[in-house]
């Protein structure tokens, strides 16, 4: 299907099958298991950003009171190289198994380095004073520029550089370089009238969930391991804590817990291992969760990056050709989102001439990992800025601009493949026709410039792997069972989605997350997938059980199942053969048992066809150039949804990609001083949107269906927060004259660039 | 210091409990009682998700010692429901999805109930104001303002 | 958090005597919002807590137009903007308490425990100083008086000697056509601590036209809140115009020696110190003018 269609239940605001436990307190989320006999487990952490570790004692701390196990990395199985999918990012497993826990060096400020299981919290944290550790510091790479000049120490002296053919053997701390390229560059500059370049920076942010990471772990006499946790894919996990501590992948069982926010972070492990090793010891399930100073130091955030970009267009508008090259900060290992932040920079532009170059590169930060659309909003920060500049040299509006250079279906994206069916320029063009577009801005007044910014994003997508179980009970309700971690509203979504399908209500469905050894594999609720994926599972598996229903119907009635007629917009069972006999929905299932058994279906899928989305974003801000302070005043976010599935938590998608990006923009970061220690690790310094941060939002959902799934279901969670960086950055500079090149645009940065500008005729701080 | 038994008053019941001098409030409610609807989101003060009412305040639980609540009387977010339902602030998160996660909701639901008890009829810079201690990752905070709204306008029809 | 013991005070007599017995080895609690903090994050050691607000006169407010305030250490700030005596009579301290932490926060924290944590970006110093307040000090031997200018002396540190705890503080009555105001810049719009803030207080001739009293006091740009008596003298007698508060605003800048950390630069804080000083000399002057 590819046009719009109208469904009964799909597209309506029903309530969520976990809302009622989740206004009450009772979901349990993952620190909220409490098992007897149960230890509770804490991590000492490196206080040095590079060092050599000279020795680690655990003699005193093993006989602290209340102390019943003790942990180094020498507790960890030594595993060989091998690389990981991790949903949003791949990894090299024995990468991270040294990230969980320092081996012969720490690389980041907060890097693990012991651990211990003690009869209460508090016990287990006197203990970790008790372990005696002598470091020999190393000169810390902060900065990523300095880390790829020859004079940077390295972090790993074996690891060189994987390349293009540009490999010089060297050991250095470039992990990787490759490039992306179409058509002739030098042909498409020469072509264009305007060309602007611009070097950006991005500061390493955090994805900021107010969940801490946290982990449970039980061991069976039998050597099974019972792992309660947090996370956005506990089938990822399991393989992840088999991998790490070398057990056989089914004697794992992760059981998932409510999650309290992940947005990409939550698909790795960082405590699991250990407390599996710890219970291991004991025989005791031991209980870990990180302070939110442990979250900040040592999970993986969002990478820095250094970003040149260079665009040409003539002077009608037209793109003629695009360059960039990303540096991105890794963190201590490689595996930065810099293959994304490649695939995205150019991704709303059509364009036949480009060149990506992408560098992955470790320094000594903590592991970066996946951040709601991972590497796209570093990226489109660089080109969406740039363009705003190409557009005013055109005397193009921003949003006439872009759509005369929108990417449709057939064009070839930017790195490589033939896009489908999108909606890029329903976007932009339901931005056009915005209220927010069509008012004018209040004008300037005094102190307070008020200015309006535009930006676009692309993101990917995902599908893959998705198991749904239905079980019909006997008084017509459902039990719905999926492996899709909720982090926002997924199980209303296939609630909707199987409701719509058998002629139901979605409060005729008990939904729940099945663990690992309920349900079939499902990879992560990430790179926007969950819904597209398990969507096209429930949606099977509502099928398969329709097909059944009709048949006992066709039992019932003693005929031919063809003579059944299951209407799914009023949920009527009728007989073609005799209208005067019906059935419910309801009817039958009682009579499960009678007529053949339990009804029941499981499907698993390995989707495909997940349709890329596109995002365009306006925003008004009023810059106070006296402070520096940007205050925003007005928000719309206008994007291609697919089909809103469920419209409060597309909404609701929109609305928290807003937010983090307008945090991303103005004030996140990680801040480090000379020494390579992070200085703003809490949340009263590392600082993310308060509700006095922000206007009412709005959201405009352009439906442009996915021809390649049954409900046209496009991923939502991602592209969100692709633009905002640049339409922020682009706003300060309507409303000042002056351009940002660097995030956090924070008050001492626009400030400092204010004083230099005279825009205000300010009093001197003369000594 | 020896232990010591503190009788807290935890959603109506009087509650003896055995704490340190350093365990918290929170520490007491999700530890030692299993009452772990009030949650840690940065256990320092900074984030509202272990809200709860102390002695009829608002106040962060992470910040409060279990032996300081000796004689006092909590409100968790296990206490707001009764028999007869949900109380209007939980009916209205639900109602306008204001959650997706939902682990700041509690803490949410709390300081809601204790504005609203106080401004039956907030504008909308009181509702940020009073609820900047409380911070929320997903939502962006527009179907939390909505909801705090349509809660107050319940309250104020049921009083 | 490591092993504290903890006693609840009844009496001045009673926690005067824990206080002394257990010298700096012992911390008072009356909020707890900074202290447990401290105590979480190994940023203070210390054995014993003496819980200090169910002694009367820690957590007594009393206030009539003739005495002024007197103001327990253990009041929390709450109570300050919701007594609308007390309100109105102080609008520079509520403009402070109000922007001290989170609601769930001013639930708990203290005027006092702002005070005794000695931060020198407190909010709540400055209007302290500028209100001209004079603070009570209890000690093993008796108490004593300080004056507000005087109390902090360098970051998490006081005039005050071991065993020694504050008691109350007592604001002066308001006097006609006289106010204060308090501003900070934050980057956020809630919940950070000040990048910078600037307290004034300005008391206006029978025309309103001429200053008279003008007390300035900074925070978060010096190592302790920082009283800027300079401003005080150059305004006094002068007619009230912009240019002489923007030349109060430049002394403000010249007076701030701040550093630069993660919350702000060394430049960024000399020019908001001017900033906010010209914006609450303002607000004070409109303030006392009614």
Not at chain 1, 52 to 66: F, H, N, Q, T, Y
Not at chain 1, 279 to 303: D, F, I
Not at chain 1, 676 to 703: C, F, H, Q, W
Request: aromatic letters at 6%; a negative charge.
């Amino acid at each position: 299907m590819a046009e719009k269609k109208q469904w009964r239940v799909v597209g309506t605001r029903s309530l969520r099958p976990d809302g009622m436990d989740k206004v009450t307190g009772q979901a349990k989320y993952g620190s909220d298991i409490n098992l007897p006999g149960m230890l509770y487990g804490r991590v000492l952490r490196s206080p040095h950003a590079h060092a050599r570790i000279v020795s680690l004692d655990m003699s005193e701390a093993a006989k602290m009171p209340g102390v019943r196990a003790v942990m180094t990395a020498a507790d960890l199985p030594d595993i060989a190289s091998k690389l990981q999918e991790l949903g949003e990012s791949v990894a090299d497993l024995r990468d991270e198994s040294h990230n969980i826990m320092a081996t012969g060096k720490v690389l980041y400020h907060g890097h693990a380095v012991a651990a211990v299981a003690a009869t209460s919290l508090h016990l287990a944290e006197e203990a970790l004073k008790a372990i005696k550790v002598e470091y020999e510091p190393l000169e810390p790479v902060i900065d990523v520029r300095y880390a790829m000049s020859d004079d940077a120490p390295l972090l790993d002296p074996a690891r060189k550089m994987r390349g293009i053919g540009d490999e010089d053997g060297k050991p250095s701390n470039i992990a990787q370089h490759f490039q992306n390229k179409r058509g002739d560059l030098d042909k498409g500059f020469a072509e264009a009238d305007y060309v602007v370049e611009r070097e950006f920076y991005n500061a390493t942010i955090h994805q900021g969930y107010i969940e801490p990471h946290n982990a449970t772990a039980q061991v069976h006499p039998d050597g099974r391991v019972t792992v309660w946790c947090s996370s956005q894919g506990h089938f990822g996990i399991r393989e992840e804590v088999a991998e790490v501590c070398k057990l056989p992948v089914g004697m794992v069982k992760v059981v998932p817990m409510e999650i309290g926010g992940g947005f990409g972070g939550k698909t790795k492990v960082y405590l699991e291992p250990l407390a599996v090793i710890m219970s291991q010891k004991t025989a005791r399930p031991v209980k870990m969760w990180m302070n939110r100073t442990e979250v900040l130091l040592a999970t993986g955030p969002n990478p820095g990056s250094l970003i040149k970009c260079k665009m040409g267009c003539k002077k009608d508008g037209t793109l003629t050709a695009a360059a960039a090259e990303l540096y991105f900060e890794a963190g201590a290992f490689p595996g930065s989102a810099v293959g994304a932040g490649a695939g995205t920079i150019f991704g709303p532009f059509k364009l036949e001439n480009m060149q990506v170059d992408g560098y992955d590169i470790v320094l000594n930060k903590p592991k970066s990992h996946a951040y709601r659309a991972p590497g796209a909003p570093n990226a489109a920060f660089a080109s969406e800025c740039v363009v705003d500049e190409l557009a005013e040299l055109c005397g193009l509006s921003p949003l006439d601009f872009r759509l005369k250079n929108a990417v449709k279906e057939g064009d070839r994206r930017a790195d490589g493949p033939v896009l489908p069916r999108i909606g890029l320029i329903e976007t932009l063009e339901a931005a056009k026709n915005s209220p927010h577009n069509n008012t004018k801005l209040a004008p300037s007044s005094g102190i307070k410039r008020r200015g309006r910014g535009v930006a676009s994003g692309f993101w990917f997508n995902g599908a893959g792997p998705a198991s749904v179980i239905l079980n019909v009970n006997a008084d017509g309700s459902l039990t719905q069972i999926s492996g899709s971690a909720d982090i926002g509203g997924n199980r209303a979504s296939l609630a909707n989605i199987v409701a719509e399908v058998l002629g139901i209500e979605p409060t005729d469905i008990r939904a729940q997350i099945g663990d690992t050894d309920t349900v079939g594999y499902t990879s992560v609720t990430g790179g926007s997938s969950a819904t597209h994926k398990s969507g096209l599972a429930a949606h099977e598996c509502a099928t398969k059980i329709k097909e059944e229903i009709i048949k006992r119907a066709a039992r019932i009635w003693e005929t031919d199942a063809e003579n059944v007629v299951y209407d799914d917009q009023s949920g009527a069972i009728t007989n073609k053969a005799d209208a005067e006999k019906k059935l419910t929905f309801k009817e039958v299932a009682r009579q499960a048992n009678r007529t053949g058994g339990p009804i029941t279906s499981e499907v698993s899928v390995n989707s495909g066809g997940a349709g890329p989305a596109f995002a365009v974003h306006i925003v008004d801000v009023e810059v106070d150039i006296e402070t520096g302070k940007v205050d925003v005043l007005r928000y719309t976010a206008a994007q291609d949804v697919g089909t809103a599935i469920h419209p409060d938590y597309v909404e609701g998608q929109l609305e928290g990609g807003i937010s983090q990006g307008v945090g991303w923009a103005l004030n996140e970061e990680y801040f480090y001083n000379k020494d390579g220690l992070l200085m703003n690790a809490s949340l009263l310094d590392y600082r993310m949107p308060t509700m006095l941060d922000l206007p009412k939002l709005e959201t405009i959902m352009v439906e442009v269906p996915n021809p390649a799934h049954p409900y046209g279901i496009r991923g939502v969670g991602e592209v969100c927060v692709v633009p905002p960086l640049a339409a922020v950055g682009n706003a300060i500079y309507n409303a000042t004259g002056i351009r940002l090149y660097n995030t956090p645009m924070n008050p001492p940065s626009l400030l400092s660039e204010i004083m230099k500008s005279g825009l205000a005729e300010l009093p001197e701080a003369s000594d | 210091m020896a232990k010591q038994i503190v009788q807290i008053t935890v959603n109506g019941e009087p509650t003896d409990v055995l704490v340190e001098p350093r365990d918290s409030l929170l520490e007491t409610l999700r530890e030692n009682l299993e009452m772990t609807g009030t949650k840690e989101g940065c256990n320092n003060g900074n984030c509202g998700a272990c809200s709860v009412m102390f002695d009829g305040r608002l106040v962060n639980s992470c910040l409060v010692l279990a032996v300081e609540a000796d004689g006092k009387e909590v409100t968790t977010v296990e206490g707001l429901a009764t028999s007869e339902g949900l109380h209007p602030v939980q009916q209205a998160f639900l109602d306008k999805a204001a959650f997706q996660c939902g682990v700041c909701t509690p803490g949410f639901l709390i300081a809601t109930k204790a504005l609203l008890e106080k401004h039956p009829n907030p504008s909308e810079h009181d509702v940020r104001y009073y609820l900047s201690g409380n911070l929320c990752r997903c939502t962006g905070y527009h179907k939390i303002l909505e909801a705090v709204n349509a809660a107050a306008e319940s309250m104020r029809e049921g009083a | 958090m490591k092993e504290i013991d903890y006693a609840s005070a009844a009496t001045l007599s009673e926690a005067a005597s824990l206080l002394s017995k257990a010298g700096d080895r012992a911390r008072v609690l009356a909020g707890g919002t900074d202290i447990i903090v401290q105590l979480r994050e190994h940023r203070r050691d210390i054995d014993l807590l003496v819980d200090v607000k169910n002694v009367p006169e820690l957590s007594a407010m009393t206030y009539s137009a003739t005495d002024g305030l007197t103001l327990g250490a253990a009041v929390p700030c709450y109570r300050i903007y919701e007594t609308p005596a007390v309100a109105a009579a102080y609008p520079g301290l509520v403009d402070a308490v109000s922007m001290i932490g989170s609601a769930q926060i001013q639930g708990r924290a203290s005027l006092g425990g702002n005070i005794c944590n000695a931060s020198p970006a407190a909010d709540g110093i400055p209007p302290v100083i500028v209100y001209g307040a004079t603070l009570k000090v209890q000690g093993p031997n008796g108490s004593r008086e300080i004056a507000a200018a005087d109390f902090c002396v360098s970051p998490g540190r006081t005039a005050m000697r071991t065993g020694e705890f504050l008691v109350s503080i007592h604001f002066p009555p308001p006097k006609p056509r006289a106010s204060a105001h308090y501003l900070r810049f934050i980057p956020r719009n809630e919940m950070d601590i000040a990048v910078a803030g600037s307290g004034a207080y300005v008391e206006l001739d029978a025309g309103g036209q001429t200053f008279k009293t003008v007390r300035v006091a900074l925070a978060a740009v010096a190592p302790r809140p920082l009283p800027v008596p300079e401003i005080g003298e150059f305004l006094a007698g002068k007619t009230v115009s912009d240019e002489v508060i923007r030349r109060a605003g430049e002394l403000a800048s010249q007076a701030a020696t701040p550093i630069s950390d993660m919350r702000g630069t060394t430049e960024q804080r000399k020019h908001l110190a001017g900033v906010l000083t010209r914006r609450a000399l303002n607000g004070a002057i409109e303030r006392a003018r009614g």
